[in-house]
T-cell receptor
Framework: DTGVSQDPRHKITKRGQNVTFRCDPI?????LYWYRQTLGQGPEFLTY????????KSRLLSDRFSAERPKGSFSTLEIQRTEQGDSAMYLC?????????????FGPGTRLLVL | SQQGEEDPQALSIQEGENATMNCSYK?????LQWYRQNSGRGLVHLIL?????REKHSGRLRVTLDTSKKSSSLLITASRAADTASYFC?????????????FGKGTTLSVSS
C-alpha cells in the first residue's frame, strides 16, 4: 500500500455514459498526476496538479475529459460520453515538491471497461 | 509518446538466477526511475537514479545509468518467484512543462520455481 487510494477499483459502463473516478493522494503531497495505461503499454501522462492548480494537460486529454482538485487534496477525473477506446487503467500518483523527493507514488488504479 | 524503451520485452528465468533489463531513452533527463507492476495492479517505485549518478543499489537491485548512451539497466540478483511482474523505466520530461514521467512499454519478467 503506497498511501494513494483510488475509487472505484473497477468500473463497467456503456458507451455514451459519464464516469467519474476519485483519487486520494498522500496527505502532505501537493502534486497529483493522472495517467492512463492500456494493455501492454506503459502509463501515459494525462494531467497534473500542484495544489488546486491544473498546470499541464496532455494532448491525450480530449475535451471529454475533465479533472479537478478543488481543495488541493483529493482529485476527480470525469470522462463524458465514454467511448470504447477509453477502456484502460486510470492511475493516479502523488508527489512531494520537497527537494530530493521526486518519487511519484501510485495508487492501485481504476480499471474502466466501456461496452 | 513513449520516451523509454525496455529490452527485452519479455524475460523468463529460474529462481535464483539474475535478471537484467535495459532501458533506452531519447532526451536529456534529471533522473530515471524504475517501477514494478504486478498484473492488474498499480506501480510500485523501486529505485531512482539521478543524472549525475552512475550506479545505485537497493537490496537485490542494482541500477546503472549511462547518460552518454542514454541508457539504464536494472539487475535483480537471486530472483524469486515473487519478482514476477512487469518492470518499467520512467524518465522525467526534462524539456516539457511539469514533471510528468514518461514510461517505456516495460519488460515482463517471469520467474519460475
Amino acid at each position: 500500500d503506497t498511501g494513494v487510494s483510488q475509487d472505484p477499483r473497477h468500473k463497467i459502463t456503456k458507451r455514451g455514459q459519464n464516469v467519474t473516478f476519485r483519487c486520494d493522494p498522500i496527505s502532505e503531497h501537493n502534486r497529483l498526476y493522472w495517467y492512463r495505461q492500456t494493455l501492454g503499454q506503459g502509463p501515459e501522462f494525462l494531467t497534473y496538479f500542484q495544489n488546486e492548480a491544473q498546470l499541464e494537460k496532455s494532448r491525450l486529454l480530449s475535451d471529454r475529459f475533465s479533472a479537478e482538485r478543488p481543495k488541493g487534496s483529493f482529485s476527480t477525473l470525469e470522462i463524458q460520453r465514454t467511448e470504447q477506446g477509453d477502456s484502460a487503467m486510470y492511475l493516479c500518483a502523488s508527489e512531494s515538491t520537497r527537494a530530493y523527493q521526486e518519487t511519484q507514488y501510485f495508487g492501485p488504479g481504476t480499471r474502466l471497461l466501456v461496452l | 509518446s513513449q520516451q523509454g524503451e525496455e529490452d527485452p520485452q519479455a524475460l523468463s528465468i529460474q529462481e535464483g538466477e539474475n535478471a537484467t533489463m535495459n532501458c533506452s531513452y531519447k532526451t536529456s533527463i534529471n533522473n530515471l526511475q524504475w517501477y514494478r507492476q504486478n498484473s492488474g495492479r498499480g506501480l510500485v517505485h523501486l529505485i531512482l537514479i539521478r543524472s549525475n549518478e552512475r550506479e545505485k543499489h537497493s537490496g537485490r537491485l542494482r541500477v546503472t545509468l549511462d547518460t552518454s548512451k542514454k541508457s539504464s539497466s536494472l539487475l535483480i540478483t537471486a530472483s524469486r518467484a515473487a519478482d514476477t511482474a512487469s518492470y518499467f523505466c520512467a524518465t522525467d520530461a526534462y524539456h516539457q512543462a511539469g514533471t510528468a514521467l514518461i514510461f517505456g512499454k516495460g519488460t515482463t519478467l517471469s520467474v519460475s520455481s
